[in-house]
């Protein structure tokens, strides 16, 4: 077991959000000192990374409980807490955060030219909100750290993005912020219950994990959390503000709104929603299940017609992110462990994938498919690279995302087989299009002689890529070194779901006062009726 004299998850949080601020005190002379904005920026998200590293060497794998667990109480008179902690659930998602922070600090070197200190800035606390987000064990800290994460997305979409940036920040925006709106309602009633209830109300979200709500009050709250989680995972039909946001982003933005943002619905599923409304989650799982497979299929056949390669790979993370939450829902061991290792999964495999097309585009200053062909032969170690990504992203074994579709196929069809055979065709649809689009950019007919004058990925370039690929074969020939750090808590999650939902089945089973008083011959009249169920 770890133990820790100094709040590491607290420095982690907030040393990127220290260093931004010290950064807005070094005045920006025009332009002039972009270099040293860029220096600092990569030199404190590596810093970051590698203090994050600390988490992983002293995390133990034998327990089930939070780890590196920090309580200081904010609000006394409203029980509110600043309390965080990880588990086997939320460490890879740390540790993904930190790793992809300096990798877009890096890949923005020569593409963001405008603002360059705001830019930088708005990703170290871009980075604050998603580790806060990620570690929160207090409802209220969760949601600050939750909506924190809008507003640094929103300047990166609207300030660096595309021609219509306004557009897709105000609709990212609008769209999370009003699913968000109706967990706050939620997060209030779970106060107000637990207070009514137990005397002293509370935000803990380990405490509010057995609190028994009624199965009425249960279906309300887990439809609130789900609307805000299904519209940031997203699921379809939520999704439409995503490829938008994707397409207007800068590469950094659409790197990181891939590989971490959208993790923090799938994440709010498997921490918030499910433990907490166990009965009501469960009803609903046929509903999550075909929206999934809904997902899956939709999302693979939209992205076959793209012209735009940068929006194809937009509309393959609605497909990919379906069959994490088929894996959530399967709620089996293979299923959930599946979801989790595929959250990673498509964290890097998109995100190597959103920088590929960043990099072409900032040699042609356009993503259309039909402009591009014969690009392998001038640029043989940029056609490398997009290769070991796309054959990731369609699931090739030796590759991270055979291991997570693989585990996610397993669970699915031992919970419901239909869906299993059906999330099958859209591996199929995503083989196709992934191919199709990289047979075309890189063997099609030239379209174009500017093709013939593009130079290879520079030294940078390369060395963005290289820890992303040596990941891709890490992660899918050495899966355990992985998984072993999610068993304890993602059996502990089985475990404990399953008690309640049999405890709120039963709770609902139970026969009515009357009916048991009759059936026992028990005297009718009010008050002999409540002592004896008071006795029951």
């Not at 519209?231 to 891939?258: C, M, N, Q, R, Y």
Request: glycine share 6%; with cysteine.
């Amino acid at each position: 077991m770890n133990q820790f004299h100094y709040p590491i998850l607290s420095i982690i949080i907030f040393f990127p959000l220290a260093s931004a601020f010290l950064l807005m005190f070094i005045k920006d002379m025009n332009g002039n000192n972009d270099e040293l904005f860029r220096k600092l920026a990569m030199l404190v998200s590596v810093i970051e990374f590698l203090i994050s590293l600390l988490l992983l060497a002293n995390f133990s794998d034998t327990t089930a409980e939070m780890q590196f667990v920090e309580l200081v109480p904010w609000v006394k008179s409203f029980s509110l807490n600043y309390h965080i902690g990880l588990d086997g659930i939320s460490l890879w998602l740390v540790l993904l955060t930190t790793f992809f922070v300096p990798v877009c600090v890096l890949c923005s070197w020569t593409y963001i030219k405008e603002k360059t200190k705001y830019f930088l800035i708005s990703m170290l606390l871009l980075e604050t909100a998603m580790i806060g987000a990620f570690v929160a064990l207090d409802l209220v800290v969760f949601y600050i750290f939750w909506e924190f994460m809008l507003i640094p997305m929103f300047l990166l979409i609207g300030i660096w993005g595309g021609q219509r940036r306004i557009y897709a920040a105000i609709k990212f925006f609008l769209y999370t912020a009003a699913g968000s709106i109706f967990m706050l309602v939620a997060i209030i009633y779970l106060y107000y219950y637990s207070y009514k209830t137990t005397g002293a109300g509370t935000f803990n979200l380990l405490e509010l994990y057995h609190l028994n709500l009624p199965i009425s009050a249960q279906f309300w709250l887990c439809a609130a959390f789900m609307l805000a989680f299904a519209i940031k995972v997203p699921i379809f039909p939520l999704h439409t503000w995503l490829p938008d946001a994707h397409v207007e982003a800068p590469t950094a933005g659409s790197v990181i709104l891939a590989a971490i943002l959208l993790k923090m619905g799938t994440y709010g599923f498997l921490r918030f929603a499910m433990p907490l409304f166990p009965y009501a989650s469960h009803q609903f799982l046929p509903v999550i299940a075909f929206l999934s497979i809904a997902g899956i299929i939709y999302g693979a056949l939209v992205a076959w017609v793209q012209p735009d390669m940068k929006k194809l790979v937009a509309y393959s993370s609605v497909s990919h992110l379906g069959y994490v939450m088929l894996g959530l829902f399967a709620l089996n061991i293979q299923g959930i462990e599946g979801g989790i290792y595929q959250m990673l999964n498509h964290g890097v495999n998109t995100g190597a994938l959103f920088l590929l097309v960043g990099m072409i585009y900032e040699r042609r200053h356009t993503r259309l498919i039909d402009d591009f062909g014969c690009v392998a032969k001038v640029m043989p170690v940029f056609a490398t690279f997009l290769m070991i990504a796309t054959l990731a992203s369609v699931a090739v074994p030796g590759t991270n995302g055979f291991v997570g579709e693989i585990m996610i196929l397993v669970g699915a069809f031992k919970t419901y087989p239909a869906f299993g055979v059906f999330a099958v065709s859209g591996m199929i649809l995503g083989a196709t299009y992934m191919l199709w689009m990289y047979q075309k950019v890189m063997f099609g007919p030239v379209t174009s002689e500017a093709n013939q004058k593009m130079a290879d990925l520079n030294a940078r370039e390369i060395m963005t890529m290289i820890p992303i690929t040596i990941l891709v074969f890490v992660m899918g020939i050495f899966p355990n070194l992985f998984l072993r750090k999610m068993d304890a808590s993602v059996n502990y999650f089985i475990e404990q779901y399953n008690y309640k939902l049999e405890q709120s089945i039963a709770e609902k089973n139970k026969p009515p006062v009357a009916a048991i008083v009759q059936k026992n011959g028990f005297a009718t009249n009010k008050k002999n009726a409540t002592v004896r169920h008071g006795n029951l």
